[in-house]
T-cell receptor, first 114, second 112 residues
Framework: EAGVAQSPRYKIIEKRQSVAFWCNPI?????LYWYQQILGQGPKLLIQ????????DSQLPKDRFSAERLKGVDSTLKIQPAKLEDSAVYLC????????????FGEGSRLTVL | GENVEQHPSTLSVQEGDSAVIKCTYS??????FPWYKQELGKRPQLIID?????GEKKDQRIAVTLNKTAKHFSLHITETQPEDSAVYFC???????????FGKGNQVVVIP
């Protein structure tokens, strides 16, 4: 079974530039998550999708972050404009559903903002 | 929202000894508690989980215990091996939304 795919793996940008990350979840997984993991900390949930609808985006900084999951499969996370404090690994994860099941994480996209 | 705290932040153990990591949570509505292991530069992976209707769960050398009254749960690793060296994250969520709140992680170092 193919795992969660993410790209790019690494991205370096200057502050105020924009960046986009892509995620392809495990086939058949209805729920998709974007987490932000700052060095030395645990993953922090940014947004959760169920199929193509947003379930929770309460911790997403909506003035600069946006995410979409068209057709309920792939998802993109965009940051515009980026700030220094956005430097982190952005982890995409998927699960079969909402009822307390395993999250399968991708390898992550490491963002460095200079 | 849920707040999860882990102690200690770093734990060093001799190979073959046991390691115990404790987590506390704040939301009494939480009833699903997984543990994820993250090796350096790799993705987090689920190693064990427990639901609030049981007090303990074992899987070979690892076990998790839950005390809902005190709002804490612990990961126990017995007969530690070098490959157990990693960062371990606990998490909590109410069952039914899978909105995991993670702790900051515990670095476990197994000394050969």
């Amino acid at each position: 079974e193919a795992g969660v795919a993410q790209s790019p793996r690494y991205k370096i940008i200057e502050k105020r530039q924009s960046v986009a990350f892509w995620c392809n979840p495990i086939s058949g997984h209805a729920t998709l998550y974007w987490y932000q993991q700052i060095l030395g900390q645990g993953p922090k949930l940014l947004i959760q999708f169920q199929n193509n609808g947003v379930v929770d985006d309460s911790q997403l900084p909506k003035d600069r972050f946006s995410a979409e999951r068209l057709k309920g499969v792939d998802s993109t996370l965009k940051i515009q404009p980026a700030k220094l404090e956005d430097s982190a690994v952005y982890l995409c994860a998927s699960s079969q559903g909402l009822e307390g099941g395993e999250l399968f994480f991708g390898e992550g996209s490491r963002l460095t903002v200079l | 929202g849920e707040n999860v705290e882990q102690h200690p932040s770093t734990l060093s153990v001799q190979e073959g000894d046991s390691a115990v990591i404790k987590c506390t949570y704040s939301d009494s509505a939480s009833n699903y508690f997984p543990w994820y292991k993250q090796e350096l530069g790799k993705r987090p992976q689920l190693i064990i989980d427990i639901r609030s209707n049981v007090g303990e769960k074992k899987d070979q050398r690892i076990a998790v215990t839950l005390n809902k009254t005190a709002k804490h749960f612990s990961l126990h690793i017995t007969e530690t091996q070098p490959e157990d060296s990693a960062v371990y994250f606990c998490a909590a969520t109410p069952y039914g939304n899978n909105r995991l709140a993670f702790g900051k992680g515990n670095q476990v170092v197994v000394i050969p």
